[in-house]
């Protein structure tokens, strides 16, 4: 080869080696971003899976991205090499481009690594910030976005209107994923008893929690508790046919795991004749001498009777065959408001309370620390 030849190969392939050397191999092959993206019209188009590097400077600064997804499932994003100083945080986004404001937040601002639900194919926009805005730094960090295909069956489901519907007696496998998932369910009763919700296989760190309500789109508010937030296993008193909602998530919402659990919804026929008496307006009437059989049942469970002492100043109350309960009891009497008014201390059972002859109180029995519940019904005796 002649040598001016040679003179030309050396300079080409010395100056591929720079080129190739400068756009990243020397750092792990991972490309950089491009200044200026500090609004999200200015984010860089980043590649799935690929690790990029960031720089946090000057201090309030503020770096765009963006990606093309193709289908419904979660965008996560991480963070390493992250100097001593710095605390990231990332907001994700859509970009309105003929809106008053361009950036419509869907998420922000959370602690890097994080996740965010992907309801459908579209561009997704993401910002990456030091948490309070006052720090900086020169040193690269490495930012990776992946992206994870759903696999939550029940998704979309963040809302009543969205809410899975499910079979008594049919397990699903629902993912609290990512931070601050919720996470909706709806089934159909058709007769008075209790909705039993259960769990098992849940990932470490996950504590499931939930609540039950009603829904109606005309109604103000459209979300109506019939029973407060409660840990698995759990269930609810319901009297009347109808669908009944549950609500999902993990007790603090600051916990997520990508590993699905097992979740069953079932019904259990009523099993205390004396229900509905959940309040004193339902009370049913009994009399000195009766024996009732009921259950407390499920946790938190309050049974009211209307009780009219006729004659005696003593009354007793006993109970036998109840296990995994403290039964206690309270009388009250109906004062002018049309309210109660306390009328004797708490007693577990059995109790022995003073009354007032040719007087009407309403008993109410109840596990004395209202933190337990049984399934299985006691007998209950008044003399």
Known sequence: MPKQNRSILFFLVFILTVAIFTSGCGSGGASKEKEPNNTIDQANEITLGKPFEIKISPAKDIDWFKVDLTEQGYLKVQASQIPAGLKLEVGYALFQEWEGSKVKWLKKWRKLPDAIFIPEAGTYYFAIIDDYNDKESNDPIQIKADFITEYDAGEPNNNPETATTIEFGTAVEPLIFPTGDIDWYKVNVTKQGYILVKSKDVPQGITPEIYYAKYDEWANPKIQKIRDW??????????????????????????????????????????????????????????????????????????????????????????????????????????????????????????????????????????????????????????
């Not at 009219?308 to 995994?324: L, P, R, V």
């Open 230 to 383: 409660h840990k698995l296993p759990d269930a609810c008193a319901v009297t009347e046919p109808g669908e009944y909602y549950i609500h999902l998530h993990d007790d603090y919402n600051d916990k997520s795991s990508e590993t699905p659990f097992s979740f069953l919804i079932d019904f259990l026929d009523e099993i205390d004749i004396n229900e509905p008496n959940n309040d004193f307006k339902i009370a049913k009437s009994v009399s000195r001498g009766d024996t009732l059989k009921l259950a407390i049942f499920p946790q938190g469970d309050n049974d009211y009777y209307k009780l009219k002492i006729e004659a005696g100043n003593k009354i007793k109350f006993m109970a036998k065959d109840y296990t995994g309960i403290v039964p206690e009891i309270r009388l009250y009497t109906l004062n002018e408001n049309g309210n109660l008014d306390v009328a004797s201390n708490w007693k577990r059972l059995p109790a022995e309370i003073d009354v007032i002859p040719e007087t009407e109180y309403y008993l109410l029995i109840h596990d004395d620390y209202n933190d337990k519940g049984s399934q299985q019904i006691f007998e209950f005796r008044i003399e």
